[in-house]
């Protein structure tokens, strides 16, 4: 069933004015990326904010932002320091293409981000709700955000019975939030209907436990009104998760020959990791062995797997510890570096693999 909604008609007019009365006096306010009209400081936000928590974000954010205080400081960064900073925060393709989106910024765009959402879009690692984030709390322009909380909210909003994991739907959800957009906004407006859509999406509309008695737009949401909330969204497509186990090689200098480093290799791009640094991965024990020489074998150690879910996969670690001589590391001929504990917080380390090397990493970063 397709919804018919009217811009400027009763309902889109009763939803921004509650959505925005409702974010002005119970939003969520105060944190370190509100408050402005900078652009990068939105887009990165923005960026850092898709598929992390807030609280994990609370802690990166200030930190980017102290490292690479402009967008053209960002530009110049090597991929490597801005991998390092960024590193367990996950989703590394979105480190990857901020970089070199700032670079576009700076290259193409003279250093300034440019105003409108359309032309936002054309930028690296920029989508659609990012740019419309952009241009709605920078500029006021009047463009909807559709990410996966908004399409939660408009949908169950709206009884929108679209099977969300199509285009068209997709494409319909779209046209529908246009339509919700508050009309001739003020100045402020715009930042508190986008927010106000994030917040709700966030804290009251929940996937599982919505808080619609809390709900400041109950009195029009019509799955509320047909005790069908949890019918919304349509999306018929399940992800499925592959589970994969990979060994990993934690090859130690020996701490008589002067210790403290560890063999890492950089991760092959594209594929998981891709420009991270992690130590050297096998796809089984056997190949972990049989790529040691001889004398080496019996000196492995297995210690604790690790598990870690990625989007399309369940990945299950096996490490096995081996301290050698550095000297005598040398001509295994695998690629790769010995770094020194102190200086493993300067590279981009996986999650998982930061847990494995906590015995070794003297890291300022969490
Ligand atoms: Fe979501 Fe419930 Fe509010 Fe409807 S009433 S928008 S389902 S929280």
Redesign the pocket.
């Known amino acids: 069933m397709s919804v018919l909604v009217q811009s400027g008609s009763g309902l889109p007019l009763q939803f921004a004015r509650l959505l925005m009365d409702w974010q002005r006096l119970h939003g969520r306010s105060g944190l370190p990326w509100q408050g402005t009209r900078d652009p990068y400081r939105v887009w990165l936000s923005e960026v850092m904010l898709q598929q992390t928590q807030v609280s994990t974000v609370l802690a990166y954010f200030p930190r980017f932002l102290e490292r690479f205080p402009t967008v053209q400081a960002l530009a110049s960064a090597s991929a490597d320091q801005v991998m390092a900073l960024w590193a367990g925060l996950g989703y590394y393709s979105r480190a990857r293409n901020l970089h070199r989106c700032a670079q576009a910024v700076v290259a193409e765009h003279g250093g300034v981000f440019p105003n409108s959402a359309s032309v936002l879009q054309t930028l690296p690692g920029i989508g659609a709700s990012t740019a419309a984030a952009i241009a709605a709390f920078c500029h006021g322009e009047r463009v909807s955000i559709v990410d996966g909380n908004v399409r939660r909210?408009l949908s169950?909003?709206l009884a929108f019975d679209g099977d969300l994991a199509k285009t068209a739907p997709q494409r319909e959800l779209w046209t529908l939030a246009q339509a919700m957009l508050p009309v001739e906004p003020l100045p402020d407006d715009m930042t508190a209907y986008t927010q106000g859509l994030m917040d709700?999406g966030a804290t009251?509309?929940l996937r599982s436990r919505?808080?619609?008695e809390r709900?400041p737009?109950?009195a029009i949401?019509r799955?509320?009104e047909s005790n069908t909330?949890l019918n919304y969204p349509v999306k018929t497509r399940t992800l499925k998760r592959r589970h994969e186990s990979w060994w990993l090689l934690l090859l130690r200098e020996s701490a008589a020959v002067g210790g403290g480093r560890i063999w890492l290799v950089q991760r092959p791009s594209p594929g998981i990791w891709a420009g991270l640094y992690c130590p050297p991965v096998f796809d089984s024990e056997a190949a972990l062995i049989g790529a040691l020489p001889a004398p080496w074998r019996k000196s492995l150690r297995e210690l604790e797997p690790v598990a870690h879910s990625l989007t399309h996969r369940e990945l299950r670690l096996h490490p096995l510890l081996l301290v050698v001589d550095a000297a005598g590391a040398e001509p295994l001929g695998m690629e790769g570096a010995w770094i020194a504990d102190e200086a493993l917080h300067l590279y981009g380390l996986p999650a998982p693999v930061r847990v494995l090397l906590r015995p070794w990493l003297q890291s300022q970063q969490p």
């Open positions: 909210v169950r909003l709700l009251l509309c919505p808080q619609c709900c737009v109950q949401c799955a509320h909330v």
